[in-house]
């Protein structure tokens, strides 16, 4: 609704000027006259109260019409029933006031709240306003929020546990059986990933492989965006997914969904072990999946075999066969070609011992590692066949996305009738883009498919409204890995600001074991806390410990969505004393860090005898004048300061939402630039209530 002036909204409204100006200055809402504008967000505001107003004087009215027909009602019934049942029926009505509201957890909404309370809606939004929290009717509520604003009113929330069964287990427990009696199973061709440093000659070798085995007439017309390619050789199969990175290849398995049999780490026989190769041979270790090493361009002049070897056996346990280990090592050079013939047959060969199967018939199942819209076609999802056999006209589903096959396309851009085990592909037919990384089944009906998309829909509203995603977190490990005997596991991330440090850090952790608790560092690097840490961390449930080092933006965010924990110390001694205490479960309540706000610097103002003040457009979430904020540039963090004062407009203020924007003076910091990201945040402290075993 536009903008409007008070004489002009209370015409609208049917009510004189007055009681408008009235309305407004019990509301908050400052304005000189009957001729001030009021913005658009103050008008719907107003509107909406009206409106509510309205309906709730309507449904008073008919309740009191009712409540006069009941009165006449009973007038009769006295004549007509004897006085011993009159006490009874009296007794009946009467009760306790049991001040608990019970909601399921798709009833968080405020209509339902108010109704479920017997308060008027209106009185609700008016109360939260003068809070600075802006409601609407029918806005969808989280817990919190929830609980806040029934704790206002004396009531208290209780959530209630829904006895669903989950449909997909259903489908899961299918291809388990099948697997369990392993009467159908068959090889199935390897699923392979390239994992490494970056300019180690990950692509070289991929295209070289790709060059040499795909037939030459089908060369041109590979799709590269299809992110998977299948080659042949002495008539066996093996597929290769060409991820970006290690980071994809671990949030597949964070989601559940592993697609790789083998990966292939590709280190360069002249640069040796770097940091990339450590982290990429970490999210290997934790998928637990087989590791075979090409050492690369050993074609160049200060290629060392022998040395990369040792780094190898040195920085990660891989040792060599040849040198006694269990580690297959293939010298490689992917620029001429030389030993890729060698990498394919090893691949087969540990694929072989590795006894890859599958389901060869029946309904198909899939893992989908790419998806995008196309303007031409529409929903485009590229994914690897696990089971089964995939056919155009199948009836599919991938999370909250359900269709029928239109198409299926190979590697090469060309149309085909079904796709088998371990062949990459693109499906056409979804009716909305599916989830990377999700898992793809064929179901029998269209009916059936679209049931569950709907019902995974669900799971996803209720996660967003009530509960988050949550990892081992330090203060509660303990507990967390519940009361059997067997020795816990504690699994670590250490970023730490130098390599000595690393060393000095994990030599510490390593005395702190003991009978009960083993300690596993399952990676560990200098730098900041990226978000490849957290999700690795989430994949393999890990807390992340930094020392000296803190987490960038992006971390922060992937952090909060993953439920993964992330402590940051300057002392070492705190960051082992905190270690010790919680194996110990004696860990004291903590600080907890709340964000609640993010947004950036628009423009910047200097102000002789005051500073600088940023000009900030709030994005999402609130600011407070009493919290704390951190400011980004190019995704690095330059400042962790208080906020001195915050204004909106002209008026000072205590409270700031989102998609206002608002003046903001820091504490010590005046070096703001236009476009900085800033993230809001305060701290709590957190009492535990939970019982550690003795």
């Not at 309205?54 to 449904?59: D, G, L, Q, S």
């Not at 697609?259 to 990429?280: F, H, K, S, Y």
């Not at 303007?375 to 056919?391: F, I, R, S, W």
């Not at 490849?532 to 992937?558: C, E, H, T, Y």
């Amino acid at each position: 609704m536009p903008k409007a002036r008070v004489y002009e909204l209370a015409k609208r409204l049917n009510i004189s000027a007055r009681e408008l100006l009235d309305e407004l200055e019990e509301l908050g809402v400052t304005v000189k006259n009957h001729m001030s504008v009021l913005d658009d967000e103050t008008v719907n505001i107003i509107v909406g109260l009206y409106e509510e107003e309205k309906k709730e004087t309507a449904r008073k009215n008919e309740k009191a019409k009712i409540k006069v027909q009941e009165k006449e009602v009973k007038k009769l019934e006295k004549k007509l029933v004897s006085k011993e049942e009159t006490p009874l029926e009296k007794k009946a009505p009467v009760q306790q006031a049991a001040r608990t509201i019970k909601l399921k957890s798709d009833e968080f909404k405020l209509d339902t709240l108010a109704k479920k309370m017997n308060i008027p809606i209106s009185k609700i939004i008016k109360d939260q306003f003068m809070k600075g929290i802006i409601l609407r009717p029918g806005q969808i509520l989280s817990m919190d929020d929830t609980r806040n604003i029934a704790s206002q009113y004396e009531w208290e929330i209780e959530l209630v546990q829904e006895d669903e069964v989950n449909p997909f287990e259903r489908l899961v427990e299918s291809y388990q059986n099948t697997y369990r009696e392993g009467v159908r199973l068959v090889q199935r061709p390897p699923v392979v990933t390239v994992m490494g440093h970056v300019d180690h000659g990950k692509t070289t070798l991929l295209d070289r492989i790709r060059k040499a085995k795909v037939a030459e007439g089908e060369i041109g017309g590979i799709t590269q965006s299809i992110g998977a390619y299948q080659v042949e050789i002495r008539g066996k199969k093996i597929t290769f997914i060409d991820t970006p990175g290690h980071e994809a290849f671990t949030e597949m398995r964070a989601r559940g969904a592993q697609a790789t049999d083998i990966v292939v780490l590709v280190v360069a026989a002249d640069d040796g072990v770097m940091p990339q190769t450590i982290e990429a041979y970490n999210h290997a270790k934790t998928a637990n999946v087989p590791i075979i090493v090409a050492i690369n361009k050993i074609d160049k002049p200060n290629a060392n075999i022998d040395l990369t070897k040792q780094q190898l056996a040195s920085k990660l346990g891989l040792v060599p066969e040849d040198w006694g280990g269990d580690t297959v090592t293939v010298p490689v050079s992917a620029k001429t070609g030389k030993g890729v013939e060698d990498v394919l047959e090893m691949i087969l060969l540990v694929a072989e011992v590795a006894d890859i199967k599958c389901i060869p018939q029946g309904h198909a199942r899939g893992i989908i590692i790419d998806s995008r819209l196309d303007k031409a076609v529409g929903p485009l999802a590229t994914l690897v066949v696990k089971d089964g056999v995939l056919k155009a006209g199948d009836y599919v589903v991938a999370g909250s996305s359900a269709g029928r096959v239109k198409a299926l396309i190979n590697e090469n851009g060309k149309r085909i009738k079904e796709a088998h085990p371990s062949d990459p592909l693109q499906i056409i037919g979804f009716d909305e883009v599916p989830d990377v990384h999700s898992i793809v089944y064929v179901v029998d009906d269209l009916d059936t498919s679209r049931g569950l998309s709907q019902y995974s829909k669900g799971q996803l509203q209720k996660e967003k409204s009530v509960t988050n995603k949550r990892h081992v977190r330090l203060e509660e490990f303990l507990s967390m890995t519940g009361e059997s005997n067997e020795k816990k596991d504690l699994k670590l991330i250490l970023k730490a600001d130098s390599f000595g440090t690393v060393e000095a850090l994990k030599q510490a952790m390593l005395k702190l074991e003991n009978t009960d608790v083993r300690i596993e560092v399952v990676h560990s690097g200098i730098g900041s806390v990226n978000s490849s840490d957290v999700m690795l961390a989430s994949a393999s449930d890990a807390v992340i410990m930094g020392f000296k080092v803190k987490p960038d933006a992006q971390a922060r965010r992937q952090a909060e969505v993953e439920g993964v924990q992330i402590k940051v110390y300057e002392i070492i001694f705190n960051l082992i004393d905190d270690l010790k205490k919680a194996l110990e479960g004696l860990l004291e309540p903590e600080e907890v860090e709340e964000v609640t706000g993010r947004g950036h610097v628009k423009k910047i103002f200097k102000i002789s005898k005051v500073g600088t003040i940023a000009g900030v457009q709030l994005i999402e979430g609130h600011v407070l004048k009493k919290g704390k904020m951190r400011v980004y540039r190019n995704n690095e963090e330059i400042a962790d300061t208080d906020i001195e004062f915050l204004k909106h407009y002209k008026d000072d203020a205590s409270r700031v939402d989102a998609p206002k924007e608002c003046g903001i003076k820091a504490v010590g910091f005046d070096e703001f630039e236009d476009g900085d990201q800033l993230e809001f945040h305060t701290k709590k402290s957190v009492r535990r209530t939970i019982d550690f075993n003795e």
